[in-house]
């Protein structure tokens, strides 16, 4: 394959990748991306230099530093493949789920929905990543065992409409326990491994510690519910007996 001609220059560069021109002498400066090509003392970038610079704001957006990103860098290579493993370690845990596809009438008909709620609740469940529009009347169900436990809320006299919002709530304080979590993991472990200088020996550990992460924060969560669902309960009876 042909190599691309470098004519960008470092003003259409920032522009391409969306970076300060300052931002990319220091990248250059610390190594991070490789150096222009100089003609006529005007420096030129090429297709390499934006997709290095895509690549760090992908880095910096998931929380890694500079220095960690010159880690990963120096050594890339080796690095791509432990670092891709680590991805899919934070975003998709080994036991995830895989998801299902269903037409809008096998959802009516599963959940027992008709008429105009039947496309605000389809509406309201999109808008929480419940389920995700394919178009055509389809829709992936990225969690199926999300929409057993609605069929079950229905089943038990709940309404379907009560148990979306009661889920809305839910994953509203489950974002703020999940992000307490994450900041253990990132104050105990990662950042002692990035101050190591992120060795190759440790890599599968840091994985494994995530794995660990999501089982003790999924056991933890369980624990606490049931305990807070319990003591909900017996307060909701003690405040009318009549109804125990």
């Known amino acids: 394959m042909a190599a691309v001609p470098a004519d960008l220059t470092i003003e259409e560069l920032a522009a391409e990748s969306g970076m300060t021109v300052r931002n990319i002498r220091a990248h250059q400066a610390r190594g991070l991306i490789a150096p222009p090509e100089v003609r006529m003392r005007v420096g030129y970038y090429g297709t390499e230099h934006v997709a290095a610079l895509r690549l760090i704001r992908e880095l910096q957006d998931d929380g890694f530093n500079l220095a960690a990103i010159q880690q990963l860098l120096s050594n890339r290579e080796r690095t791509d493949e432990r670092f891709a493993r680590f991805r899919a370690s934070l975003t998709r845990p080994a036991d995830a789920e895989r998801p299902q596809t269903f037409t809008a009438a096998q959802l009516r008909e599963r959940l027992g929905m008709s008429g105009t709620e039947a496309e605000q609740l389809l509406a309201h469940a999109q808008r929480l990543g419940v389920l995700v529009y394919l178009g055509e009347q389809r829709y992936e169900v990225p969690s199926p065992s ?57 890599w599968p550990g840091v994985n494994e510690a995530i794995d660990r992460l999501r089982r003790l924060a999924t056991a933890a969560v369980s624990a606490a519910f049931e305990r807070r669902l319990s003591a909900r309960i017996d307060d909701a009876f003690e405040l009318d007996p009549e109804r125990a």
């Open 146 to 202: 999300v929409l057993a436990l609605a069929e079950q809320a229905v089943a038990s006299g709940i309404s379907l409409a009560g148990a979306v919002d009661a889920f809305e709530r839910t994953q509203e304080h489950i974002d703020a326990v999940a992000a307490a979590f994450v900041r253990l993991f990132v104050a105990d472990v990662w950042r002692e491994f990035e101050h190591a200088g992120m060795p190759i020996e440790r």
